[in-house]
């Protein structure tokens, strides 16, 4: 069989991972690329020896330079791009999404669903899309031809960031890419309650399905307690934990469009006496609860402070600052949900930076359950950095 196909082949010493299921080939594994490969070109990827490893998608500008699809010589064409799509689906059925009660869920979470680079949310009868490499921006017909087949959406939103743009070298769609180009807001449910978020408003692909299960048990706990939002963006915590029977909850974000999105969602929803909604800054509103002694249930998911394994030291820096507000912000006897959605920092350094903060204002964390992203945002054995959402319960008490 003659192959005009491009060949990337990978230095001696960094098969193995690859060999085991990773689906990157980072840049400074290539040892050569034969053949005239362009950005996006579909590429065989080969061991020292000329053993295939698999065939996947080339991204010369990106630090990972082929992201693998296929362990064999099957091509990487419209075929196999809708049969995963499909796949995808199904599985999402088992896990019973969409469901009664809840009509937003990831259909592909990239790596966890053998499409790297490409993720696709269900947000009730509209669907939003990153095409996170020039590999998949290349093929996004075939792609949004088969969610059109799959869901007959509303609308298709392409939400891809300038900045992945930018850096693989296309320009990102914007907006509305398929159907109703009115398309104003996303409307779905989420465990019985009914969201409204202006298109404006959203970040990522419009909401952040991966915490759904960490919701429900927040909901759970929160009976009773008076509970801190921090970094709410619409308050999705805060609105589990008022559906579940809180006695006061106080959401903050220091986007003013979110925060009132937010109260117009608690008002909608019949939740808004129990609830209060702030435009400020977190470690602000964490600082001035502790001065007031503290609440019962502080959740705190701040932004991703880690984007890169080299901003991790960082990182781990300002993870140990925000534990400390929060630690603070929590009474004695009180549960902190803590949060983070870095892929550079694992559960571990994750609790260590809880721990430090903590000792840091003289209490001291006790770790009651470890949660991660949501089934519907599947991780690849052999892939770590897939399990990028880590959060922590913890209860918090006074140093003795």
């Keep these: 069989m003659v192959h005009t196909m491009p060949l990337v082949t990978i230095r001696p010493g960094h098969v193995q991972p690859v060999h085991f299921g990773h689906p990157w080939v980072f840049q400074q594994a290539v040892l050569g690329v034969q053949g005239g490969a362009l950005p996006g070109d579909?590429?065989?990827?080969?061991?020292?020896?000329?053993?295939?490893?698999?065939?996947?998608?080339?991204?010369?500008?990106?630090?990972i330079a082929v992201r693998l699809y296929t362990r064999d010589d099957r091509p990487v064409d419209a075929a196999l791009l809708r049969s995963r799509i499909e796949r995808a689906a199904d599985r999402r059925r088992e896990l019973e999404l969409p469901g009664p009660d809840t009509s937003a869920y990831r259909l592909v979470h990239g790596e966890g669903d053998e499409l790297p680079g490409l993720i696709v949310d269900v947000l009730g009868d509209v669907v939003a899309v990153q095409l996170n490499t020039v590999g998949i921006k290349r093929r996004e017909g075939v792609i949004f031809d088969e969610i059109e087949r799959l869901l007959k959406p509303r609308a298709i939103v392409d939400r891809t960031s300038q900045g992945i743009g930018k850096l693989e070298g296309f320009e990102p769609g914007s907006g509305v890419v398929r159907g109703d180009v009115r398309l104003d807001a996303l409307r779905f449910v989420e465990r019985g309650i009914?969201?409204?978020?202006?298109?404006?408003?959203?970040?990522?692909?419009?909401?952040?399905m991966d915490q759904r299960e960490l919701r429900a048990r927040v909901a759970q706990l929160a009976k009773g307690r008076r509970v801190l939002d921090a970094?709410?963006?619409?308050?999705?915590?805060?609105?589990?934990?008022?559906?579940?029977?809180?006695?006061?909850?106080?959401?903050?974000?220091?986007?003013a469009i979110a925060i009132e999105t937010g109260a117009v969602?608690?008002?909608?929803?019949?939740?808004?006496?129990?609830?209060?909604?702030?435009?400020?800054?977190?470690?602000?509103?964490?600082?001035?609860?502790?001065?007031?002694?503290?609440?019962?249930?502080?959740?705190?998911?701040?932004?991703?402070?880690?984007?890169?394994?080299?901003?991790?030291?960082?990182?781990?820096?300002?993870?140990?600052?925000?534990?400390r507000s929060a630690c603070r912000a929590t009474r004695p006897g009180g549960l902190l949900v803590f949060?983070?959605?870095?892929?550079?920092?694992?559960?571990?350094?994750?609790?260590?930076?809880?721990?430090?903060?903590?000792?840091?204002?003289?209490?001291?964390?006790?770790?009651?359950?470890?949660?991660?992203?949501a089934p519907d945002h599947p991780v690849p054995a052999?892939?770590?950095?897939?399990?990028?959402?880590?959060?922590?319960?913890?209860?918090?008490?006074?140093?003795?």
């Design 42 to 63: 579909e590429v065989r990827v080969v061991d020292p020896q000329g053993n295939l490893l698999g065939h996947g998608l080339y991204s010369p500008r990106s630090a």
């Design 194 to 208: 009914r969201y409204e978020i202006p298109l404006e408003v959203g970040q990522k692909t419009g909401f952040y």
């Design 231 to 255: 970094y709410a963006f619409v308050g999705s915590f805060g609105l589990a934990a008022a559906r579940g029977g809180a006695s006061h909850v106080v959401s903050v974000d220091e986007s």
């Design 265 to 323: 969602i608690a008002r909608q929803n019949g939740l808004s006496e129990r609830m209060e909604h702030r435009k400020q800054d977190a470690l602000g509103a964490m600082e001035e609860v502790s001065r007031e002694g503290g609440v019962d249930l502080v959740v705190c998911d701040p932004p991703k402070l880690a984007p890169s394994r080299a901003a991790r030291r960082d990182a781990l820096g300002a993870y140990r600052r925000v534990a």
């Design 339 to 373: 949060c983070s959605c870095s892929g550079a920092v694992n559960h571990d350094e994750l609790v260590r930076a809880l721990a430090m903060g903590a000792r840091d204002v003289r209490m001291n964390a006790f770790i009651l359950e470890r949660h991660v992203q």
């Design 382 to 400: 052999a892939f770590p950095e897939g399990l990028y959402l880590k959060s922590v319960i913890a209860r918090v008490e006074a140093l003795g």
